[in-house]
Each structure stands twice: as C-alpha cells, then as structure tokens.
C-alpha cells in the first residue's frame, strides 16, 4: 500500500506540490493538475477502482447542476441522487452481508460472494451526499467541474476523511492566491504531517500487536490481558485515525487549503455527547445534519427524539462495516446518548471525574464491539473483562512491556495539549525544525513495518 512506502512523502507529495505551484500563474491549470494527481494518487492504490470514482464525480455532478437550476422536481431529482449513491454503497458494502444475514435466518442456500471494497467510497459518497443535499437546500452553487472533481478527489482526504462541505472547500480551492507557496503553511503543514506519522509509526503500531493479541484469543484471554487489550486498541484506533487525519491535514496545509478538525482530544469528554463533539467530528456533523435533524431531531418529542438517536446511530454503525458487531456498536451509543438525554431531565450532575470515568468506560466497551470478529467473541472479552475468565485462560499479552507502551500512550492522548493547539501555536524556529526532522527520520526508518491504517477499511 502507498502508506506503507517511501512514496508518498518521497515522491508523490513533493511532485504534486511542485507542479501545483509551478502552474500558479495559471490557476485553472493548477487545479486540473491537483486533480488528476488526486485521482492518479487514487489508481495507484488500485487501478479497477478509478472508473467507479470518476463515474460517481461526473454522475453527482451533473444532477447538482441539475439541482441548482431545476424550477420543479427537486425533489425528485433528490431522491435519485441520494439514492443512487447509497444503492452504489450498498452493493459494494452490504452486499455480502445481507445475503450471509438472510442465510443464516431462514437457512436458505444463498450463494457466498466476495465484493472487493472500493477504496475511500464511504468517504467520497457521503461527501457527494452532502453536496447534493446542499443544491437542493439552495446552498450551493458550483459551475466548475474541474473544481468539484478536486472537491471530491483532493488526495489528502479522499481515503479516509475528514468527510468535507462544499461550501467550506471550494472557495479555497476557486482562490488564486491558494496556488502560490505560503511559507507559514509549508512549515505548518509538514510540522502536521511529522506529528501524524509519529502518532501512526511510534504509537498506533506500538499498540497493534497488544490488541491483537487479546482479540485474536478472545475466548481464552485472562482479565487483566482483556483489559490491557482493549485499552490498547482504544488508544491504537485513536492514534490510527487522528494521525491519518493529522497527515492529511498537514498536506492540505502544504496546498494552503484547510481541511476541517475531525479530533479534539476526544478521551476526554465528560460525557458521551461530548465525546460524539470530538470523537471524527466530521462524521458526527454529517449524521446530525444530514440525518438526525431531517428525521425529526429532538423537535417532536422525548420518544421520537430516542427514535431518532437509535437510527442514526445504528445506520452510523452500519456506515463503518457491513457486521452485526457495528450495527451492535452504533446502538450501544445510540442507547447510551437516549440514556444520558434522560438523566440530564433529572437535574443530577455527576462530579468531572466520575463523568469522565464512566464515559471512557462506555466507550472502551463499545469499541470490544467495533474491534471484534463477532459478537460471540465481543461478549467473551466483556466476561473476562468482567472478571469471568475461561479455566485455562492465556496471559501472554500482559507482559510489563505491554503495559508501559499503553501507559506512556494513555499519557500522550490525555495530555492537554493536542496536535490542533500545537499547530495553532507553531512558529518556525530551529529547535522545532530539528524536531520535526528527527521525527520525520525516525518514522522514515520505520516505515517498513508499518500496517494500514485502520479507517482504510471502512
């Protein structure tokens, strides 16, 4: 994989952003060349998957424009719109699952197949979504092609997020002055680009082999392994996916374009609709705006707002994988949003501490669910959790050096100070030039071991 080599910040990168900038005279051939970079970036991964993207950018484009023009039938064109991307989705995604779901059932022969997931299509199908969502509302109003190609197919944010606004995009990318090289937002972007990789290199795959371990054996784990796994997976998933977000970030900063925040140190909410405002921040807007807020939101009622936190949980759930595991994670929040709206109605107030005890409790347990391979394999790492250990269990994964990594990892995702205010806060100096060097060296010379990122599969 791409992320897994030298290429991507030793060559893809700096020929993108040379070129970029060498057209910057010229600012409409600028955009077309960071356009087919995203979108040869994209085939390099895998080629079959090019004609789908490029399909889905001409196929939404073309009804935006029909949206923003049409005086009748909007709505139609709509549901078309919105229907046709998730029918994609849903083919490439659920496919297998449905018909595994529909065997089980009712025990017919239904045949087995094997759909290879299109890279980033979560991704580029909810922003497309969105995109049209927002013609309809009269949000919207977007001529270029070439613009809205980049929109959707900008390399940093193509395979795993932040899930981006048209509106909040495209000005940047239309503005001329965003294609000539800004110092500040060179040295800021890589700075963006040293803490991701560090947080994927040094930390994410730190902890991989801890978690594991313990899910790998789920049924045979004892108590204390089954802690020390899924504390390690809790941090792994968070210094996974805000370090991919960190890079992408930092490489949109390069191009002087910035892309939204999708963390903000999320481990330390106080409760869990704190934790849904820094927990991929993007995903969460997309979910409140385009679905919590289309069903009915909280506006009709305590029932139906409980109704309506249910669905668009457990769809947010089925959005990350096509498994009874996330549709279980995405109702445990669910349930656990409609528990914490009625225990505010009572006028009780825990103390900060015990707030935040609880919700990251909640959410490491929610998580055994995203992580595991089943649900029987959930519920057996919840036993040994509880205390219930098998007769024989296995304690290999909680090793003094195990525990040491989650520890200093724990440390660095509560410290306060996370890489949105350290970027805010940077200035080029020497020191911060030699660290950032340091970093990038050290992770450089790591890059061979590295494994994928985890968001990559969703």
């Not at 895998?46 to 923003?68: E, H, K, W, Y």
């Not at 525990?403 to 020497?430: E, H, K, Q």
Request: glycine share 8%.
């Amino acid at each position: 994989m791409l992320f897994n080599s030298y290429e991507y910040l030793c060559f893809f990168l700096p020929l993108a952003l040379a070129g970029y900038f060498a057209l910057a005279r010229r600012p409409a051939l600028a955009t077309l060349w960071l356009t087919a970079a995203s979108l040869a970036f994209y085939a390099w991964w895998r080629p079959a998957d090019l004609p789908l993207i490029v399909a889905s950018i001409l196929g939404n484009f073309t009804l935006g424009r029909a949206l923003q023009t049409a005086r009748a039938g909007r709505g139609a064109l709509l549901a078309v719109g919105v229907g046709a991307n998730l029918a994609a989705l849903a083919f490439f995604k659920y496919t297998g699952f449905i018909l595994a779901s529909v065997a089980a059932a009712t025990g017919a022969a239904l045949p087995a197949v094997d759909i290879v997931l299109p890279l980033g299509i979560s991704f580029f199908t909810f922003t497309q979504i969105a995109y049209l969502v927002d013609c309809r509302r009269g949000r919207v109003r977007e001529a270029s092609l070439a613009n809205y190609a980049l929109f959707v197919s900008f390399f940093p944010h193509l395979l795993a997020g932040p899930i981006l606004h048209h509106a909040e995009m495209m000005p940047q990318f239309a503005s001329p002055t965003n294609k000539r090289p800004h110092a500040g937002n060179l040295a800021a972007g890589v700075y963006l680009l040293a803490i991701g990789l560090a947080k994927k290199v040094l930390v994410a795959d730190s902890l991989a082999p801890i978690a594991d371990a313990g899910f790998a054996h789920a049924g045979a784990v004892t108590t204390a392994g089954a802690w020390l796994a899924v504390v390690a997976y809790t941090l792994q998933l968070y210094f996974d996916f805000s370090g991919y977000t960190d890079m992408a970030l930092g490489a949109a900063r390069l191009f002087n374009i910035r892309m939204p925040i999708n963390f903000a140190s999320p481990y330390r909410a106080t409760d869990l609709s704190d934790f849904w405002r820094r927990w991929h921040i993007t995903l969460s807007r997309f979910l409140r705006e385009y679905l919590y807020i289309p069903l009915g939101g909280n506006r009709r009622g305590v029932a139906r707002t409980a109704a309506n936190l249910l669905v668009t949980f457990v769809l947010g759930g089925l959005w990350h994988g096509a498994a009874w595991t996330f549709v279980a994670w995405g109702a445990l929040h669910g349930a656990g949003l409609v528990t914490l709206r009625a225990w505010r109605r009572t006028g009780l107030r825990l103390p900060s501490f015990a707030g935040w005890a609880l919700t990251l409790l909640f959410v490491m347990v929610g998580w055994v669910f995203f992580r595991a391979a089943s649900l029987a394999d959930a519920a057996a790492l919840l036993r040994a959790m509880a205390g219930a250990a098998p007769a024989a269990p296995s304690g290999a994964v909680a090793g003094p050096a195990e525990i040491a990594i989650v520890a200093v990892a724990a440390l660095i995702a509560l410290w306060p100070r996370n890489s949105n205010a350290m970027v805010d806060g940077f200035t080029p100096r020497p020191r911060n030039a030699f660290a950032v060097a340091a970093s990038l060296v050290v992770c450089l010379l790591h890059l061979g071991r590295v494994t994928p990122f985890l968001y990559f599969n969703f």
